[in-house]
């Protein structure tokens, strides 16, 4: 089975803070994602890899930045934590780039005071 | 602009009550159409994968079928533990487009 593990599943951080939520797939996959889930506006991606030191962006990567450095690692990064990053945030793996499933992690839920 | 619409919002059935959850979309070449379910505080749990019309996946008491413009996931004589969001989503110009999801809730 396909493992994805985040390294925490609640986070509470100051504003201002820098915030690092770490991804680690176990199944060679190519692909990793990050996407943030909020009430009533559904999984909005954020950022996005196809390989080892590249990176897309998503529709909303304002605020944010990604380290991908090994192939089983995606680190989403926020540069300096405001409270309307306050959210659920969700990282993803699939096996080929386009149309090929997404296994997800569990989720870290991210709060920002 | 790819686009993933999921309806109803929310379905409340009674324990056996079966039922249908709809899945439409607008995407330019469809390369498969993915099913997920997501209980409250965790990720989404991949369900199924369809590919092309008239393509039907079953796990349990759960069918998901496949036309040109929707899906469906067919939901039959239910049980509590099937109560979940179900999220479907479409392969886009970039990765998964997802729906909103329907929030399934099933009263014993």
């Known amino acids: 089975d396909v493992k994805v593990t985040q390294s925490s599943r609640y986070l509470v951080k100051r504003t201002g803070e820098k915030v690092f939520l770490e991804c680690v797939q176990d199944?060679?996959?190519?692909?990793m994602f990050w996407y943030r889930q909020d009430p009533g506006l559904g999984l909005r991606l954020i950022y996005f890899?196809?390989?080892?030191?590249?990176?897309e962006k998503g529709d909303i990567p304002e605020g944010y930045s990604v380290s991908r450095e090994k192939k089983e690692r995606f680190s989403l990064i926020l540069e300096s934590a405001s409270t309307n990053q306050t959210s659920m945030y969700l990282c993803?793996?699939?096996?080929?780039?386009?149309?090929?499933?997404?296994?997800f992690g569990q989720g870290t839920r991210l709060t920002v005071v | 602009e790819d686009q993933v619409t999921q309806s109803p919002e929310a379905l409340r059935l009674q324990e056996g009550e079966s039922s249908s959850l709809n899945c439409s979309y607008t995407?330019?070449?469809?390369?498969?159409l993915f099913w997920y379910r997501q209980d409250p505080g965790k990720g989404p749990e991949f369900l199924f994968t369809?590919?092309?019309a008239g393509e039907e996946k079953e796990k349990e008491r759960l069918k998901a079928t496949l036309t040109k413009k929707e899906s469906f996931l067919h939901i039959t004589a239910p049980k509590p533990e099937d109560s979940a969001t179900y999220l479907c989503?479409?392969?886009?110009?970039?990765?998964?487009?997802f729906g909103k999801g329907t929030r399934l809730s099933v009263i014993a």
């Open positions: 993803a793996s699939s096996l080929r780039r386009m149309n090929t499933e997404a296994f």
């Open positions: 199944m060679d996959h190519e692909n």
């Open positions: 890899s196809y390989d080892v030191k590249m990176k």
């Open positions: 995407v330019s070449g469809l390369r498969g």
């Open positions: 369809l590919y092309s």
């Open positions: 989503a479409v392969p886009g110009n970039t990765p998964l487009v």
